[in-house]
């Protein structure tokens, strides 16, 4: 544990004060934004009239199509993430006990790796032309596949590091006591790696619920979700920046929920292997 | 209950071959100690009767049914793990049943069972406890009632004591002993500790680089060991070494201050050898034998270990009962009976002949 005396304690919490400050300050200027009406906004006035106007605009209004937003960023984010655990688990669980050639889990491995690095915007065109073909744009099925896609890979090496964090021991005791290895898998090491199952879930619908470039060319007005949205507030005539504001402040809320609850597993997930 | 035979087992991983063709019948309700330094394939032998590796050649069968290709649920068999391997999601009574409730038994019958291994261990204060709020020592004794639970045909330990401390790990040797004795199940224990060998064997099989170096009761092991290596690797302290040759029936010890001669009992030809002295068949004489100055006294109350400098660079270890009458720095002779000698061949390691034997 690294203590701070004097002087230096003092620069350490103006240090920390300041990051928290540069995290924090963006988010309360926007939830200040979500609560004025559209004049005080444009004359940028600190002392206003506060007023839940936008916030009901968004939610309720005939012309909003937010709730459908909303209801469509859960479809996508739910199911995309069911989907990324159970595979992502599964191929860790091979590629972490499964004596695999070592070319086999290197190249997985390495693949997994370089679709990491790649921005998902030099993925969008191809995507659209394919899906396109097939018959899917502006469709969810569209979008929970390539959210899928995007998010296995970080599934599968968080994963790997729970999975091999349980001795194999465990596993062979079970299948001598009578288990098959899928019983092996599924009543002892599923158990032991739930944290990291809430870990990776939570990452995974945090940034399929987030994700911005795939989900403006792939969706339409009925299939948009919540960023796409959000953006559609600012059109070419007018910037409707107080309901942008509400229902940035709003889109925030299930990512928030989620890290609340899952912040520790998440936390450990991330360093897993890292400490020891 | 059944008998275990290894046919002709081979293991290889990749081009690297760890079990070279070992063939051992374990009888039923024996119980049978695998011993070896570490890498000899000890564990790999005992997991390959377990299923948990594949047999690369040869047959392994479990009370008359081969059981290569059977999975480990399919063997009946119960396995001690070094690391215990509790579930540490399961309290003790789930982590001893686990084989039971697999098998869809009756709760009745499982509590019955978990109970009564649980009372044989002393566990039952401790049955509704996590693994992780256990001492080592009980989480031992579950890994032990989980087998005993099992009621299997073979049981298979892999070094299972190897975790506790000095004081518990005799007190569970006598433990593991008298489970045997009470279930008389077939049972196949493998240690790197030859004391654990010696201490709870029927038979002990001594491992070298994947072959076996001798199987036989301890004491023939520890009396008529059939190479050095078995010599060297029985007994605590270890057997004296020291260069030599066998000619015209007496063998002469090649010491720096002069050779000690002895006649044996028989003619064993003439060859190079390496003497192999018990450190207990040594005795102290007035002059002719071994000379050597006291390094190191280690006092153990009943016995004393001395250690003396006899010119080869490595101490010769007499082992003496009682309390000492000698001084570190002093010049000590000592004799042996020839009777007591084990000759192996210069190089090869092999034993020459007994003297005791031939007698």
């Known amino acids: ?276 | 209950m059944a008998e275990v035979r290894i046919d002709s087992v081979e293991k290889r991983f990749g081009h690297l071959q760890v079990i070279h063709g070992i063939d051992l019948t374990i009888a039923d309700g024996e119980f049978v100690v695998l011993v070896g330094p570490s890498g000899c394939g000890k564990s790999t032998l005992l997991r390959m009767i377990a299923g948990l590796e594949e047999i690369s050649a040869g047959t392994i069968s479990i009370g008359g049914r081969v059981v290569n290709d059977l999975e480990p649920r399919e063997r009946d068999i119960a396995m001690v793990f070094q690391s215990y391997a509790l579930y540490p999601h399961m309290n003790v009574e789930r982590n001893m049943g686990f084989s039971m409730a697999l098998r869809k038994q009756p709760k009745a019958a499982i509590n019955e069972a978990v109970g009564k291994a649980a009372g044989a261990l002393e566990l039952e204060p401790y049955l509704a406890r996590l693994p992780r709020e256990l001492s080592g020592g009980q989480r031992q004794r579950v890994a032990m009632g989980r087998a005993i639970v099992r009621r299997p045909e073979v049981f298979l330990f892999d070094e299972p004591l190897s975790n506790l401390d000095a004081q518990l790990r005799v007190q569970m040797r006598t433990e593991v002993r008298k489970l045997h004795q009470r279930l008389g199940a077939t049972s196949i224990y493998v240690t790197h500790d030859q004391v654990e060998a010696m201490t709870m064997a029927d038979r002990i099989v001594v491992l070298e680089q994947g072959r076996i170096a001798q199987a036989g009761s301890p004491l023939e092991l520890y009396d008529r060991p059939a190479s050095r290596f078995v010599a060297e690797f029985i007994g605590s302290p270890a057997i004296n070494i020291l260069p030599g040759a066998v000619a015209r029936g007496a063998v002469s010890i090649r010491l720096p201050a002069g050779a000690v001669e002895a006649p044996l009992a028989a003619d064993l030809g003439s060859a190079e050898v390496d003497v192999g002295i018990r450190p207990e068949h040594l005795r102290r004489v007035r002059d002719g034998g071994i000379e050597g100055v006291v390094q190191v006294i280690e006092h153990l109350g009943a016995e004393t270990y001395v250690f003396l400098d006899v010119g080869l660079g490595r101490d010769l270890c007499w082992r003496m009962p009682g309390r000492p009458d000698v001084a570190v720095g002093e010049t000590v002779s000592l004799g042996f009976d020839p009777g007591n000698l084990n000759l192996f061949v210069s190089g090869s390691g092999e034993r020459l002949g007994s003297p005791r034997a031939a007698a």
């Open chain 1, 1 to 276: 544990m690294l203590v701070l005396r004097g002087p230096s304690r003092a620069f350490g919490y103006g240090l920390l004060a300041l990051g928290v400050f540069l995290i924090i300050a963006p988010f309360l200027w926007v939830g200040l934004q979500s609560l004025k009406y559209e004049i005080e906004i444009l004359k940028g006035s600190w002392i206003f009239p506060p007023t839940a106007f936008n916030y009901e605009d968004v939610l309720w209004s005939r012309r909003s199509d937010f709730p459908k937003n909303v209801v469509n960023s859960i479809i996508v984010a739910s199911v995309s993430t069911a989907m990324v655990l159970v595979i992502g688990t599964l191929a860790a669980y091979s590629l972490s006990r499964m004596r695999w050639s070592r070319w086999i889990s290197a190249t997985f491995l390495g693949w997994t790796l370089v679709f990491n690095m790649i921005p998902p915007l030099t993925l969008v065109g191809p995507w659209y032309l394919l899906f396109r073909e097939v018959g899917l744009t502006e469709t969810l099925t569209a979008l929970v596949l390539t959210h899928i896609a995007l998010h296995l890979p970080m599934t599968i090496w968080m994963m790997m590091a729970f999975i091999t964090d349980v001795p194999r021991d465990l596993e062979e005791a079970a299948m001598v006591d009578g288990c098959r290895r899928i019983d092996a898998f599924r009543r002892i090491t599923l158990p032991l790696v739930t944290p990291g199952l809430i870990a990776a879930g939570v990452l995974a619908f945090v940034f399929s619920w987030n994700e911005f470039a795939v989900a403006l060319s792939l969706t339409g007005r009925h299939t948009a979700t919540v960023p796409v949205a959000i953006a559609r507030f600012a059109q070419q005539y007018e910037v409707q920046y107080g309901q942008m504001a509400a229902a940035s402040i709003l889109s925030t809320i299930p990512a928030l929920v989620l890290m609340f609850f899952g912040q520790r597993f998440v936390v450990q997930g991330l360093t897993l292997g890292a400490v020891k």
